[in-house]
């Protein structure tokens, strides 16, 4: 078991995993701003079989839950790992379509859950609840305004080794309009921390501070906008309360939480951490990847994986000598 990281938190059950791995490389996790900006997911640790309709600046949103109840904010982890391939995998080039085949275990262990047999039924229960939620809006993707119904995943598929065995890999076919947004770069990166959020009102805070607040300084909001925001449906007293008790836990990532005058929020953005310094490569390196990726020009080989590298957010890398000559490999076989 990995290290605790507080109380309320969910421990780090994996304090060196391959994150998010796309051919070799560490994607950081992202998420489309459609889904940040509109309460789509539920909060309730209970089926909600709640009809829902939300209308804000010109964009309605219905969602109509199947018998399973609504997809909740822990099932959007699911999509949060495939738009993170996605966008890692468009990112180096690769070639990309709405059907991605993942392995059940390291979709578990991205996500920092548990990799026990009820944790394989949960994520079994969670691909149901995607697959049954209906959305019928008018959001803009790509550029492109569409009034349109669909599943927030339009197929799933599992594979095991046999008859009752543990899945080995799963089969997600995502909607056109979720497509639409990774192909657009309609996302943003979230902190790795998400994933040790435990409350669903924390993470969808968090969504909503990474995508109002971003890289400013700080961002105000209501508590009345907030609660509209947030989805949840507890009375606003009871919702402000919870508001107070995340102020004094101080647990979201990247963000600090205060109350103003107005019964106003003030989310201010943490100091950056010092980013993580631009790997290096040998001659010795060097000379490998010319052995991999014969009649390329290695330096400007080297150069390219750098910007991936950086625009991907500067995820960590516990070896970059390795991960480098691996994506050098890919990139020759590519052309």
């Not at 330096?299 to 890398?317: C, D, F, M, N, V």
């Amino acid at each position: 078991m990995g290290r605790s990281t507080g109380q309320g938190l969910i421990p780090e059950r994996y304090p060196a995993p391959d994150f998010f791995v796309c051919d070799v490389f560490d994607a950081s996790p992202k998420d489309d701003l459609g889904s940040m900006e509109h309460p789509i997911f539920s909060l309730s640790t209970r089926p909600d079989r709640r009809m829902l309709s939300y209308s804000h600046n010109g964009v309605t949103i219905d969602i109509t839950p199947s018998v399973r109840g609504r997809a909740t904010i822990h099932d959007k982890d699911v999509l949060i790992y495939c738009i993170s391939q996605l966008m890692a995998a468009v990112n180096a080039g690769h070639d990309v379509s709405r059907t991605l085949r993942v392995t059940a275990h390291d979709l578990l262990v991205a996500t920092n859950r548990d990799t026990s047999g009820d944790a394989y039924q949960r994520l079994r229960e969670a691909f149901e609840r995607l697959a049954g939620t209906r959305i019928t809006t008018n959001l803009t993707t790509g550029g492109v305004e569409t009034t349109q119904g669909f599943g927030l995943i339009e197929a799933w598929e599992i594979r095991r080794r046999s008859k009752g065995g543990r899945m080995m890999s799963v089969s997600v076919t995502l909607s056109d309009w979720l497509y639409r947004a990774v192909l657009a770069k309609s996302v943003l990166t979230l902190s790795r921390d998400y994933f040790h959020l435990r409350k669903p009102l924390e993470r969808r805070v968090y969504e909503l501070a990474r995508k109002h607040c971003g890289r400013q300084p700080a961002w105000t909001v209501s508590v009345e906008i907030l609660h509209r925001k947030s989805g949840s449906t507890a009375p606003r007293r009871v919702f402000r309360a919870a508001l107070r008790r995340m102020i004094a836990e101080g647990r979201l990532p990247d963000y600090t939480l205060s109350e103003e005058p107005g019964d106003l929020i003030r989310v201010t953005r943490n100091a950056r951490r010092a980013e993580a310094a631009e790997p290096r490569f040998d001659a010795e390196v060097l000379d490998a990847a010319r052995d991999l990726a014969p009649g390329f020009d290695v330096h400007a080989l080297e150069t390219e994986w750098r910007s991936w590298w950086i625009e991907t957010g500067r995820p960590k890398l516990t070896a970059p000598d390795r991960a480098f000559l691996a994506w050098v490999k890919g990139r020759a076989s590519r052309g």
